[in-house]
């Protein structure tokens, strides 16, 4: 089934304690990226990938890291979690502006930071 | 100013009702234009890309009217089912990157 999968579903952690969340995709995918969801603020770009081993920010991306050395995956990593990253945050993957699709989303995350 | 802009709502029809959404983009450049849906706590799905000469997909319409850049979005004979957030996204290509862009939504009941 072509899928995106991210890990964990759901996380509680304490402020700086370092946190990775995995996603990975069977799609063969060039293009994913990473949002978070937050009530009346809609989903906002935190950063996004359009092939191996090239990553650009979107419009939040402070307080975040990601890499990309396999195509399937795209892990997010905060180095030092605050308060106001608690929030949702969805991977996504598309095959790229050169062919028609849109994303798809993995499950999502619900952060929580203590 | 907003990349994409939405009326979030809330919209509340009863059962067999029309209900059309519309969403204003303000990159002219913008390239790829879809409709997504929400249900509660859970990810976006697509629920239709949107092509400038229009399209259907049983009951929804989609339309894209690069002139005055906005999309809609066209829902008849609504169901109890249709209950959820609609997503207005433009997809934009250029030279800062490859983006794409959310609404916060619309959400819509449909009540029985």
């Known amino acids: 089934e072509a899928q995106v999968t991210q890990n964990p579903r759901y996380l509680i952690t304490v402020t700086g304690k370092k946190l990775t969340v995995t996603c990975s995709q069977n799609m063969n995918h060039e293009y994913m990226s990473w949002y978070r969801q937050d009530p009346g603020l809609g989903l906002r770009q935190i950063y996004y990938?359009?092939?191996?081993?090239?990553?650009d920010k979107g419009d939040v991306p402070e307080g975040y890291k990601v890499s990309r050395k396999e195509k399937r995956n795209f892990p997010l990593i905060l180095e030092s979690p605050s308060p106001n990253q608690t929030s949702l945050y969805f991977c996504?993957?598309?095959?790229?502006?050169?062919?028609?699709?849109?994303?798809?989303f993995g499950s999502g995350t619900r952060l929580t930071v203590v | 100013r907003k990349e994409v802009e939405q009326d979030p709502g809330p919209f509340n029809v009863p059962e067999g009702a029309t209900v059309a959404f519309n969403c204003t983009y303000s990159?002219?450049?913008?390239?790829?234009f879809f409709w997504y849906r929400q249900d509660c706590r859970k990810e976006p799905k697509l629920l239709m890309s949107?092509?400038?000469s229009g399209n259907e997909d049983g009951r929804f319409t989609a339309q894209l009217n690069r002139a005055s850049q906005y999309i809609s979005l066209l829902i008849r004979d609504s169901k109890l089912s249709d209950s959820a957030t609609y997503l207005c996204v433009v997809n934009y290509s250029g030279r800062t990157g490859n983006q794409f862009y959310f609404g916060t939504g619309t959400s819509l009941t449909v009540i029985p």
């Open positions: 990938s359009m092939n191996v081993e090239v990553t």
């Open positions: 949107v092509y400038s």
């Open positions: 990159n002219s450049a913008s390239q790829s």
């Open positions: 996504a993957s598309s095959p790229g502006l050169t062919r028609a699709g849109g994303y798809t």
